[in-house]
């Protein structure tokens, strides 16, 4: 028996690819509307007021926590649940500069330790990963933990980008978070910076929701007393504060523990005494007049922090966890977890 093969009807292949065409043409501006009223949905999303609200709590507390880079797997974990778990029973809220594929694993810790807040950094602000992963960890952990994002850290005093790269990562990141709210964002940049008399200054202070900045003495000023050095700290956040007008959050300040001081007109050495007093000035003040809130620098010694020689030396707590006596300028806080087997 013969099987005939027939050529496929050449009419019947142009009448499939003309409705092809036609239906594209016709799906195709569906889709556009479609994405273009998402876009405006989501632009016209309230933004959240979460951790504006924290940073609004007297008492809030936070610390800047770098985990160790060299572990991975199950002893990275180990080893964050074990920090954090100590670190709770004195802060409540996390600065963290990293949004990489093991910031997931922090943010879960955080938030089974009960802590309240989280302020994620995109380093770097032309990275569609780092935007698109804060994006999701925004996502996830909404309604566990207050979360906000800084774009950026200290990048237009390096040169590193522009604040319209900056402008244009936070409309990414509202772009690519879920949820019914926008994440609130921020960015930060040494004090004066924001201090300056000119557009770019005026530009920084109106970025993002509210205002995170740094105050180091140790670069700024040649004071070597403890005291005087938590006052002058003060002092310039409040004049952050008074000339933006917005919530601010003292991003990074502290005293190091060790090292000799970078600044050519100054000539002494820190000492862990001296990182005490300082906390224990700053508590002073606090206590008797309002100061905007602060994120201790830093929870935990880095010696791989080794381009200036007090670098790795700003932790409350040595590498092994050992307490210094600034630790114990921060008072308990009630109903915390201090230690957590994982």
């Known amino acids: 028996m013969r099987t005939e093969v027939r050529s496929p009807n050449p009419n019947a292949r142009r009448g499939l690819a003309f409705h092809v065409i036609l239906a ?21 999303r309230p933004t959240s007021e979460a951790f504006r609200q924290y940073l609004g709590r007297r008492g809030a507390r936070l610390v800047v926590y770098s985990p160790e880079l060299t572990l991975t797997g199950d002893d990275h974990r180990r080893n964050v649940w074990r920090q954090l778990a100590l670190l709770r029973s004195k802060f409540d809220g996390l600065v963290i500069y990293r949004c990489d594929q ?9 938030s089974s330790l009960g802590y309240r807040a989280v302020l994620l950094t995109v380093w770097d602000p032309n990275s569609d990963y780092e935007v698109k992963t804060a994006a999701q960890l925004a996502t996830r952990f909404e309604g566990q933990l207050s979360v ?19 402008e244009h990562a936070a409309q990414q990141l509202r772009a690519e978070t879920g949820g019914p709210v926008n994440v609130e964002v921020t960015t930060a940049e040494p004090w004066w910076l ?18 995170s900045t740094n105050i180091h003495v140790v670069w700024d000023a040649d004071i070597a007393d403890p005291i005087d050095a938590a006052e002058w700290t003060a002092d310039r956040a409040i004049e952050v504060q008074q000339r933006t007008r917005k919530v601010l959050l003292v991003r990074e300040a502290g005293f190091p523990g060790g090292g000799e001081s970078p600044r050519a007109s100054a000539h002494f050495r820190f000492n862990r005494d001296m990182q005490a007093k300082f906390w224990a000035a700053w508590h002073e003040r606090a206590a008797n007049s309002p100061l905007p809130p602060i994120a201790a620098f830093e929870a935990i010694d880095n010696p791989q922090k080794d381009w200036q020689s007090f670098e790795g030396d700003w932790g409350l707590l040595s590498k092994d966890l050992r307490p210094y006596p600034a630790w114990d300028s ?7 977890s201090v230690a957590v087997s994982r």
């Open 148 to 166: 906000a994002v800084s774009i950026g850290s200290e990048g237009l005093m390096e040169g590193r980008y522009t604040i319209e790269q900056m």
């Open 194 to 211: 924001y201090m300056k008399q000119d557009d770019e200054a005026r530009r920084l202070g109106n970025f993002g929701d509210f205002v």
């Open 102 to 110: 093991n910031t997931q694993t922090l943010l879960e810790a955080a």
């Open 24 to 44: 594209s043409f016709l799906i195709a501006p569906v889709v556009g509307l479609y994405v273009r009223h998402m876009e405006r949905m989501r632009a016209n």
């Open 330 to 336: 921060f008072t308990d806080l009630p109903h915390a």
